[in-house]
Nanobody, 124 residues
Framework: QVQLVESGGGLVQAGGSLRLSCAASGRTFSRYAVGWFRQAPGKEREFVAAITRNGLVTNYADSVKGRTTISRDNAKNTVYLQMNSLKPEDTAVYTC?????????????????WGQGTQVTVSS
């Protein structure tokens, strides 16, 4: 079992940056791929980025590609989401999730464990 806790959200002006963290409990965190998803009010949850267990492979949604970097530090049981050049349309609750494999990382049904989410608000 893995428990996930996100942090790092907040209010930022357009063009600014935020680094979100996803801290996991348990000694087996390195066995899980991790994805970030976001959901804005009135919209469907959407994939943002994902990273394999060893951190060597990453995937990004087209909407954040070039502005966002996902990384992980397995020694610290933490996955990071560095977001730059933020836009008002990035405003959403960002949630991390863990999966035992990296098949279809954009699909939320692949993830068994979810955090509670952290709010990101980008003002224009």
């Amino acid at each position: 079992q893995v428990q996930l806790v996100e942090s790092g959200g907040g209010l930022v002006q357009a063009g600014g940056s935020l680094r979100l963290s996803c801290a996991a409990s348990g000694r087996t965190f390195s066995r899980y791929a991790v994805g970030w998803f976001r959901q804005a009010p009135g919209k469907e949850r959407e994939f943002v980025a994902a990273i394999t267990r060893n951190g060597l492979v990453t995937n990004y949604a087209d909407s954040v590609k070039g502005r966002t970097t996902i990384s992980r530090d397995n020694a610290k049981n933490t996955v990071y989401l560095q977001m730059n050049s933020l836009k008002p349309e990035d405003t959403a609750v960002y949630t991390c999730a863990a999966a035992s494999d990296y098949v279809g990382p954009q699909d939320p049904v692949r993830y068994a464990y979810w955090g509670q989410g952290t709010q990101v608000t980008v003002s224009s």
